[in-house]
């Protein structure tokens, strides 16, 4: 393949681009995108049959060699710019006359409207000059040459913030044309917010190119890109982190129904029956040539969620209670309850077959009883599912339990939980906190995993593994 000079990297001699697409499928890995040995031949192939002149084309085209799961397609396009894009140098991004914010706003709005993609990148190159630049760079910092300070760097989030484009919409639409109804009003505020999140993406790609510049490829790739949906920890995803993942919800859920049906099919026969083997074996001479096997009940197991509703798990908590509701056909019954310091049946706040509602947490914390002072008590909340629902659990139950276990030390009513794990066939405990905290402030975590099986789940990924290993077939 033909050498080609890594931009932001003066300190490395040229590089053959079969060393960069090593290098970048290396990272890839570092990111949860497993590419082989194979997919990294045939995007090598698809190099040479496409050509390095279009970019866009090589991306597709390296996207369709490299990708085998959908969620992975933005870390890799987060990627592929810094591997295979060649940003302006850094002294010629500083534009000669910088316009006013106001201006800058303006001509953001009409070529938006126009839907003028040139005119859009164009405008997310010189918003970041003027609006991003921090630590010494850009024009509103610096009026000298550009410097690559340890400090320095441009930041999307500034340039953004200073050009509030939500703030925008209406104007955007406005331009589009005249609107002919409420439903065409609608429909051009949807294509609005998405040609302003293209902006916004335009806007980011170019800071990571221009960051790279400033601290190499190598660092910026590791630490300035955005992890994929599926690896977003619950405890910090936003709130479009937070709707990506309820996108995700019937997928995931298809592919562990599936993983479950094949394992039920699997275990439709049991153990040996000796005494049945044995008298077929008298027509072999007494060698048991072809065993019997018992044949099992095929039934399904009921299922019992118990989930932490309070502020700091929400978002877990509710991505997890969709998840069961999609794979509600695979058990006999599911009941989910909810608590926060004391604990109510929110079963009939899912319904089965319905596409999973932003708010849905909020709405059963305004509609039901699981809390009266409004924080975490896990003894209490134990406390009264033993009181009021212990007879939902029997020997063909499993316990589910979703919490991070921080009791705001409180007493943790360890007889209640066993009183839980006693009646149920299983019981596991789901928690979305990395397993190095669980020992540190108020939480019990470490206390409770003595008397129930307790799983790190911090993100979408960790919880389809656990899930799909653990209910029962």
């Known amino acids: 393949m033909t050498a080609l000079a890594r931009p932001g990297r003066p300190d490395r001699p040229a590089e053959s681009m079969t060393d ?31 050509g390095l002149s279009d970019r866009n084309r090589l991306r597709s085209g390296l996207a369709a060699t490299l990708l085998r799961r959908n969620g992975q397609r933005a870390v890799f396009d987060q990627l592929f710019d810094l591997y295979f894009l060649t940003p302006d140098p850094l002294d010629s991004v500083r534009p000669a006359d910088p316009e006013s914010t106001d201006a800058l706003r303006d001509r953001l709005v009409s070529a938006l409207a126009q839907d003028d993609r040139a005119a859009a990148t164009e405008l997310a190159q010189q918003a970041l000059t003027e609006l991003g630049g921090y630590g010494g760079v850009g024009t509103g910092q610096s009026s000298g040459p550009v410097t690559t300070a340890s400090g320095a760097g441009w930041s ?42 293209q902006f916004r993406t335009a806007v980011q790609s170019e800071a990571r190119l221009r960051s790279a510049q400033l601290r190499g490829t190598e660092y910026i790739a590791r630490r300035g890109v955005e992890s994929s949906t599926d690896q977003v920890d619950f405890l910090g995803a936003r709130e479009q982190d937070l709707a990506e993942m309820r996108r995700l919800v019937t997928p995931l859920a298809r592919k562990l129904a599936t993983r479950l049906s094949a394992r039920r099919r699997k275990s439709v026969r049991g153990h040996i029956d000796m005494r049945r083997t044995l008298r077929r074996s008298m027509a072999t001479g007494g060698v048991p040539i072809d065993p019997v096997l018992r044949a099992r009940k095929h039934g399904r197991p009921d299922l019992v969620v118990l989930a932490d509703l309070s502020g700091s798990v929400t978002g877990f908590a509710e991505f997890t209670l969709q998840l069961v509701q999609a794979l509600q056909d695979q058990f006999s019954k599911v009941r989910s309850f909810g608590f926060i310091d004391t604990c109510d049946e929110i079963t009939p706040f899912f319904t089965p077959g319905e596409p999973p509602t932003p708010g849905t947490a909020a709405r059963i914390v305004r509609s039901s009883n699981v809390t009266r002072f409004g924080s975490s008590n896990y003894g209490e909340s134990l406390q009264g599912f033993v009181d009021h629902y212990l007879e939902a659990l029997g020997p063909r139950t499993s316990l589910l339990i979703l919490g991070d276990a921080r009791t705001n030390r409180t007493d943790p009513n360890l007889a209640a939980l066993q009183a839980m794990t006693t009646r149920a066939k299983h019981a596991y405990w789901l928690n979305p906190e990395p397993a190095r905290s669980w020992s540190t402030g108020d939480s019990a975590a470490q206390v409770y995993a003595e008397h129930v099986t307790m799983h790190e789940c911090r993100n979408v990924k960790q919880l389809a593994e656990v899930v799909g290993r653990l209910l029962p077939a």
């Open 20 to 50: 960069r697409l090593v290098e970048f499928v290396g990272l890839l890995r570092d990111h949860g995108i497993h590419a082989g040995p194979s997919e990294t031949i045939d995007a090598a192939e698809a190099i040479l049959v496409l």
């Open 156 to 197: 999307s989030y500034l340039t953004m913030k200073a050009l509030r484009p939500e703030d925008l919409i209406d104007r955007i639409v406005a331009g589009m044309g005249e609107s002919t109804g409420e439903f065409d009003t609608t429909v051009r505020t949807i294509e609005a917010n998405r040609r302003l999140t």
